[in-house]
């Protein structure tokens, strides 16, 4: 006998069982109407074999295997929440980066800041390059205004004159 | 019968195989006890100590924090930075992990050193300060935020009883001439610690800097980091905006290497400068020494260096008041450059002399050799030929004695003796005519003069050229003229008079800078006190523009009890030919006489 069969004629037994305590059940059921309670019956018997039909486990069992289900479905949903929370600490992390990179770019300015100061470029010139102030020693060139082709020609000033060669 | 055995065998062999029941029994009674025990603790501690557990959670995963927007930049006419920011970090002993005051004492005997406190005094601090979480230590610098976390690192007891929350700080690069107090110190002002501004630019242009504050609501895991599965509440900050200034950095440094080395030149006690552009009003350039760090503000302990004397003091002008009173008068038509008069050494007005400066009786003398001479009769007499309605009422054209509204904190609007005044005498008249009796604020006397100048318009001045956000402009301060005070034709006149004083030996000589004409007024006050003058001590100053046409810059100098001469004809006239030179140079303005050939170095 297969193991469905078996089932079959389990369910049997118990569909003649169930219509038995169904007819007991309809009969302490006077109180309602009579069509309601047929129709409840009616549904109890034709669920409780189909249901049955497939399965065939120990009580206990049945009830191990809904813990580890319900363990399962959990294990799923904290692994959920755990790549979520990865997730948010990376997020935390790049935006620590940006962060860091945003204070690098302040200090960054402030160094570029300190650097254009006229006090630090006025010491760099008097120690390191031993540059001296102008005070008078300096003179404006005049220079003719208009276009250079106005301009006289001649020698550059400044420079020497080109010798002819031999 | 064998055979029903082995049927028997056979169908017993055929059944699917099951698991004992009472294994299954078992199971589910140890999965149903250890059940009933994960509800019964999960009870205990959802239900019957919520309350505590809760409060718990609040205190410790429970994050409330503002965030702080970024204070908005400030930067010079030229780009430079005048103010930025960096993070610095706060130091926090949470009192959570700590079971007794022996817990506590042990945690600071060996953490206040590394923050440079006594452990004392920490001690103390922690126990008194309300809260759990306790700030010890503000802003610190990045080697002693590194010696927390080292120490945190080497006293794993200790990693979550010190926390560093970063911070923004206010920092102001550019330097003075000394290399120690900040540019433009009293002009820019400070941040402090909330972002809050103070004096300066940065108070009056706090609401546009400062930005708007945000805040977080989040719960946080033992890291400080917001969890995520909790939906985190908050308010982005909102970043300030940045300044641009019409300050130019270049000529602020000359003008405050200037100044301090007027100041110990002629052992002066203090002394202020402003140059001004009179065409537009924009301040150029705004010194006053000694200043201050304002990275060290809080070190300060004479909180007058904050103030800016060019807006929040006020002074009598002294001599350099006659270029009003001479521009007033020419443009009135009341004298003109060659009227002359007998200048006596004192004139006797409603019972009051005055007299001039050294009681020289100068004779015949034209208006433009009293003003060359600074000569107080000789402007009582411009004044009187005025007359005392017209007068004042120029005055007030000028903006004398009313705020100017520059975009600066604390502007005050000075003291005038009006004709409607409480207790006014017609010799206040006289001898606000030749700059005392009158209080005015630096800045009213720059922009009046830069009015005559600029050939007559008065200017709003102003500091700030541009507000940006996100680096577009949402804000421009254009030149905004007042109104036109006297017509071109007298402040040329004055300006002639006035070059004229300088190039022919009179008492601005020194101020003359070769190959530019320049148009310079010295000025010497006795310092005013209540109800009189100090006997001894003076304020010297120097007001002029250059080049006397077509000015570039209007310079002021004031420089305060100069001890190696009273007089601002040796002091400050000094130091302003010495800048203004330096300016004309800096900002490339071509002679317009021949410059003297210069002597070669031996």
Known sequence: MTNRRRNHAQAAVITRRSKGSARASLSSLRLLPGSVASAAGQQVTSIKPTLLKYVDLHPAMAVLTAVAIIALVCVIYLSQVTAVTNANYKLQSLESTHVDLQRAHDDLQLQIGRAQSQSVIEAKARDKLKMVPLDNKYSYLPIASGPLTSLPPGPTPGLPTPVAGP | MAQTTLNQRARQAARPRRVDGWRLWAMLLFFTVFGMYNIFTVFKLQVLQHGDLSAKAEERIKWKNTILPRRGLIYDTRGQLLAGNTTRNDVYIDK???????DLHALVDLFAPELGQEPGKMFTHLKEAPGLNILVASRVEDAIADKVVEFRRSHREYQYSITLDPQPLRQYPAFGPDGKAGLAASVLGFADLNNQGQYGIEEYYNAKLAGEAGWIDAERDSFGRPLALEQAQMLPAVDGSDLTLTLDSGMQYLTERELKRSIDEFKADSGYAMVQDPNTGAILAMANWPSFDPNLYSKVTDFNLFKNPFVNDVREPGSTMKILTYASAIDAGAVMSTTSFYANACVTKYSATFCNATHTEWGNETMAEGLGRSDNVAAIFAADQLGETSYFDYLTAFGIGRRTGVDMAGEVAGLVSWPTSDGYSPVDFYSTAFGQSAATTPIQLVSAVSAVANGGKLFKPYIVREVKKDGQVVEENKPKEVRQVVKPSA???????????????????????????????????????????????????????????????????????????QWGENTSSVAWGRLAKELLLY??????MPIPTPTPAP
């Open chain 2, 96 to 102: 959570t992990h700590m079971q007794d005051d022996e």
């Open chain 2, 491 to 565: 402040a040329r006149d004055i300006a002639d008079m006035l070059s004229h004083g300088v190039e022919s030996g009179m008492v601005a000589r020194f101020a003359a800078v070769p190959g530019y004409h320049v148009s310079v007024k010295t000025g010497t006050a006795q310092l005013a006190q209540a109800g009189g003058y100090l006997g001894d001590g003076s304020f010297a100053s120097a007001m002029g523009w250059a080049p006397s046409h077509g000015a570039k810059f209007t310079l002021y100098i004031g420089l305060m009890n100069p001890k190696t001469s």
């Open chain 2, 587 to 592: 900002m490339k303005v071509q002679p317009t």
